[in-house]
Structures are given as structure tokens and as C-alpha cells.
């Protein structure tokens, strides 16, 4: 069993850096750097939004793995019996991650698919005001989201305590 396990936890890390890293990367360098490459809102958000939706592929990969790997990842460390998520710190710790993990999962979808869809229409339409204020609510929910990513590696690195 110990190969299986190894396995899925190389997996698992492979593509939580991919995610992670990648939405960090996104945030912190290609969306700075738009605003170097042109002063067109238009065009601007039309580079971001390709390369957004081409990350969205990795997205959706790495997502799907990361809750694989993760509920048998998880249900190793219980030992097979779910009731250690409430009966043990440990098992606390790892049902905050998993409410933590969903909740995220649920506003990266539900931002993207909605808001993401909709600035990129705007700004086709070449309704840019109406983008602008859409973005600042799609920037809280990200920003939200890459804290939430935080906080998932954090309760990852404490479960190694338990």
C-alpha cells in the first residue's frame, strides 16, 4: 500500500503547486505586466482573458487530481474510519481543510464561469466601464481565493504535526 500512497502524494503536490503556483503567477506577474503591454482596456483584457482561459484547462486538471489523490490521501491518514474526523485533532484539522478546499472550488467556478464570461463580452462590446466594475468584484472574489489557497497549505503543513 505504501507505493500507492507515495504515489498519489507525488501527484497530489505536483499539481497543487501547478495550481497554486499557477494562480499566484497569474495574479502577481500576468496581470501586472497587462498594463505594460498595453494601455487598450480592450486589448488588455482580452490578453489576460486567453491566457486565463488556457490556464482554466491546468484548472480543471488539477483540480480533478488534487480531490482525487486527496480523498485517498485522506482517508489513509483516518486510517479508514471517517469518524476520526471528529474525534481526533488531526482529523479536525483535515475536515476544516476539506470545508476550506470546497468552499474555494465553489468561488473559482462560480467567479470565473460567471464573471469571467461576462468581462469578456463586455469588453468585446466594448462596454469597459461596465467591465471595470465587474472586475473589482472578480478581483475580491480571487483575492479571497489565493487566501484561502494560503490556508490550505497551512492546515496541510500543520496536518504533518498530527
Request: no cysteine; proline share 1%.
Amino acid at each position: 500500500m505504501f507505493p500507492l500512497t507515495a504515489i498519489a502524494l507525488g501527484i497530489h503536490l505536483f499539481f497543487a503547486i501547478m495550481f497554486i503556483g499557477g494562480s499566484f503567477f497569474i495574479w502577481v506577474v500576468v496581470w501586472p505586466a497587462s498594463y505594460e503591454l498595453t494601455e487598450d482596456e480592450k486589448e488588455r483584457t482580452r490578453i489576460v482573458g486567453r491566457i486565463a482561459k488556457r490556464f482554466a484547462y491546468f484548472t480543471h486538471l488539477s483540480l480533478t487530481l488534487l480531490v482525487l489523490t486527496g480523498l485517498y490521501l485522506a482517508y489513509g491518514y483516518l486510517h479508514g474510519n471517517i469518524s476520526n474526523l471528529v474525534d481526533t485533532t488531526g482529523g479536525n484539522i483535515l475536515l476544516t481543510k476539506i470545508i476550506v478546499v470546497g468552499v474555494d472550488i465553489v468561488m473559482i467556478y462560480t467567479n470565473n464561469i460567471y464573471h469571467g464570461r461576462k468581462i469578456m463580452r463586455l469588453a468585446r462590446e466594448g462596454k469597459l466601464d461596465e467591465v471595470k466594475r465587474i472586475r473589482r468584484i472578480t478581483h475580491a472574489f480571487s483575492f479571497i481565493s489565493m487566501a484561502l489557497l494560503v490556508v490550505i497549505v497551512a492546515l496541510a503543513t500543520l496536518l504533518q504535526f498530527f
